[in-house]
């Protein structure tokens, strides 16, 4: 079954004509831009930065001018070739610098050499004896190192192939951000297909402070996800490629999986038959571990909350424990079903139901909210905007060095992330009923 590519949300913002009152966009672009990179390559250079200050401060500043730029560029003309050249001069800049937010990427690299090795990364934890004759310079940074990898086949297959290029964490974050800015390119086209700004698409999605942040700096690998979700929803009118790429999302982070039944809904068994051909494609060469290669997907049900939203008011009802956490993914696949039953079309339902796990899952990680960034960015959305920066409160109580997160966040803190998020969400679903319930007419 084919579709057409989605229609531009309500909020969506057209290019605008060239204006003689507006001028050009360049001038407004350069000075944000260069300013938010100096901000950010001070955050990652800061000798001992601690939190909330300075490095928070620093943060927030530079997603004020992120913000600024969005809200000026609407009536300026011009302006892609210095968002393009900006953003990427700020992942240049941020390249070089040590990832200190996260110790994941060296689980990213152990993987990788364990596989070059020929051990199968689900079979061994890096403590275990099997392992003893496999040491690495950043042995004592990995995180969790008596558990057996939770990530993803297609990701491992990353893993191996940033093995095979030398194993060094720029080779990795230089794979990511490959997908990256493919990752906005494909924005691109998706925004021109359906009438929507591009110019302001890539100004949301590559200046995104959260996204320099924790791809050119801490190396997380979320780009690759974020481009399988944008291949998705390009190749609406080609259900089996579709599905390849929303099942490829999920086999890079496993929570990206909720989406596909939504997406089926409308696009048929063809879909579905692209999702099960990545999944056995991806997953064949770990085949030998058996159901512990999808360990990684029901790790949620015992790491302890973190930064968690809905989920709080949840735990007053149902104390947290499998109980609560199944009523979680029970809502969650709730929301996918009833996008699936309203046959949304691909960008809606990924919109509806990243954004579903996010309001409910009891960890949030600030990386997690860049699963979103792609079709916030398309659709304008501002409480999703807004959590890409806020979410960076999480690192309140980060050390100085990887893996030393405290998982329990303040509770002031939480707070400050999720009700002005909370908010804008009330405020956009009563204009959503507003439009979609018209109030009856007043009768003299």
Same mark, same amino acid.
């Given at each position: 079954?084919?579709?057409?590519?989605?229609?531009?949300?309500?909020?969506?913002?057209?290019?605008?004509?060239?204006?003689?009152?507006?001028?050009?966009?360049?001038?407004?672009?350069?000075?944000?831009?260069?300013?938010?990179?100096?901000?950010?390559?001070?955050?990652?250079?800061?000798?001992?930065?601690?939190?909330?200050?300075?490095?928070?401060?620093?943060?927030?500043?530079?997603?004020?001018?992120?913000?600024?730029?969005?809200?000026?560029?609407?009536?300026?003309?011009?302006?892609?070739?210095?968002?393009?050249?900006?953003?990427?001069?700020?992942?240049?800049?941020?390249?070089?610098?040590?990832?200190?937010?996260?110790?994941?990427?060296?689980?990213?690299?152990?993987?990788?050499?364990?596989?070059?090795?020929?051990?199968?990364?689900?079979?061994?934890?890096?403590?275990?004896?099997?392992?003893?004759?496999?040491?690495?310079?950043?042995?004592?940074?990995? $995180?969790?190192?008596?558990?057996?990898?939770?990530?993803?086949?297609?990701?491992?297959?990353?893993?191996?192939?940033?093995?095979?290029?030398?194993?060094?964490?720029?080779?990795?974050?230089?794979?990511?951000?490959?997908?990256?800015?493919?990752?906005?390119?494909?924005?691109?086209?998706?925004?021109?297909?359906?009438?929507?700004?591009?110019?302001?698409?890539?100004?949301?999605?590559?200046?995104?402070?959260?996204?320099?942040? $924790?791809?050119?700096?801490?190396?997380?690998?979320?780009?690759?996800?974020?481009?399988?979700?944008?291949?998705?929803?390009?190749?609406?009118?080609?259900?089996?490629?579709?599905?390849?790429?929303?099942?490829?999302?999920?086999?890079?982070?496993?929570?990206?999986?909720?989406?596909?039944?939504?997406?089926?809904?409308?696009?048929?068994?063809?879909?579905?038959?692209?999702?099960?051909?990545?999944?056995?494609?991806?997953?064949?060469?770990?085949?030998?571990?058996?159901?512990?290669?999808?360990?990684?997907?029901?790790?949620?049900? #015992?790491?302890?909350?973190?930064?968690?939203?809905?989920?709080?008011?949840?735990?007053?009802?149902?104390?947290?424990?499998?109980?609560?956490?199944?009523?979680?993914?029970?809502?969650?696949?709730?929301?996918?079903?009833?996008?699936?039953?309203?046959?949304?079309?691909?960008?809606?339902?990924?919109?509806?139901?990243?954004?579903?796990?996010?309001?409910?899952?009891?960890?949030?990680?600030?990386?997690?909210?860049?699963?979103?960034?792609?079709?916030?960015?398309?659709?304008? #959305?501002?409480?999703?905007?807004?959590?890409?920066?806020?979410?960076?409160?999480?690192?309140?109580?980060?050390?100085?060095?990887?893996?030393?997160?405290?998982?329990?966040?303040?509770?002031?803190?939480?707070?400050?992330?999720?009700?002005?998020?909370?908010?804008?969400?009330?405020?956009?679903?009563?204009?959503?009923?507003?439009?979609?319930?018209?109030?009856?007419?007043?009768?003299?």
């Amino acid at each position: 079954m084919n579709e057409p590519l989605d229609t531009p949300a309500p909020d969506a913002t057209p290019d605008p004509p060239p204006r003689s009152t507006g001028g050009p966009a360049w001038p407004i672009l350069v000075p944000a831009g260069l300013l938010q990179g100096v901000l950010l390559v001070c955050l990652a250079w800061w000798p001992g930065a601690t939190f909330p200050l300075p490095a928070s401060a620093l943060f927030f500043v530079a997603f004020a001018l992120y913000a600024l730029a969005a809200w000026r560029i609407k009536d300026a003309i011009g302006g892609t070739v210095s968002i393009w050249v900006l953003a990427v001069a700020m992942r240049i800049a941020l390249l070089p610098a040590t990832p200190e937010l996260s110790g994941e990427i060296y689980r990213y690299l152990w993987d990788g050499q364990a596989q070059l090795a020929g051990i199968n990364p689900y079979l061994h934890p890096p403590a275990s004896t099997e392992m003893a004759g496999l040491r690495t310079p950043w042995q004592a940074l990995l $995180e969790h190192p008596d558990a057996r990898s939770v990530h993803p086949p297609f990701a491992q297959l990353l893993f191996l192939a940033v093995a095979l290029a030398g194993g060094a964490i720029a080779q990795a974050k230089l794979l990511w951000l490959g997908f990256d800015l493919a990752t906005a390119w494909i924005l691109g086209r998706v925004a021109r297909a359906t009438g929507r700004s591009r110019r302001l698409t890539w100004l949301l999605y590559l200046w995104s402070p959260l996204l320099l942040v $924790e791809v050119a700096w801490n190396g997380h690998m979320e780009p690759v996800a974020l481009f399988a979700m944008a291949v998705a929803v390009l190749l609406a009118r080609a259900p089996m490629g579709a599905g390849v790429a929303a099942g490829l999302a999920a086999l890079v982070r496993w929570p990206l999986g909720f989406p596909i039944p939504a997406v089926s809904g409308r696009l048929g068994s063809r879909f579905l038959g692209g999702v099960v051909l990545a999944g056995v494609l991806a997953t064949l060469p770990y085949a030998l571990a058996g159901p512990d290669v999808l360990a990684g997907a029901f790790t949620a049900l #015992s790491t302890p909350p973190r930064l968690e939203g809905l989920f709080t008011l949840l735990t007053a009802v149902v104390p947290d424990g499998p109980v609560a956490r199944g009523v979680v993914v029970a809502f969650v696949a709730g929301a996918a079903v009833w996008a699936a039953a309203g046959r949304f079309r691909t960008e809606r339902s990924l919109f509806w139901t990243v954004g579903a796990f996010l309001l409910l899952t009891p960890v949030l990680n600030p990386w997690y909210a860049l699963w979103i960034l792609p079709m916030a960015a398309l659709r304008v #959305s501002l409480p999703w905007l807004l959590l890409t920066g806020v979410v960076f409160l999480g690192y309140w109580n980060v050390g100085a060095a990887p893996g030393t997160v405290v998982p329990a966040v303040p509770g002031t803190v939480r707070l400050a992330v999720w009700v002005p998020v909370l908010l804008l969400l009330l405020r956009d679903a009563d204009r959503y009923w507003r439009t979609r319930v018209p109030l009856p007419p007043v009768r003299p």
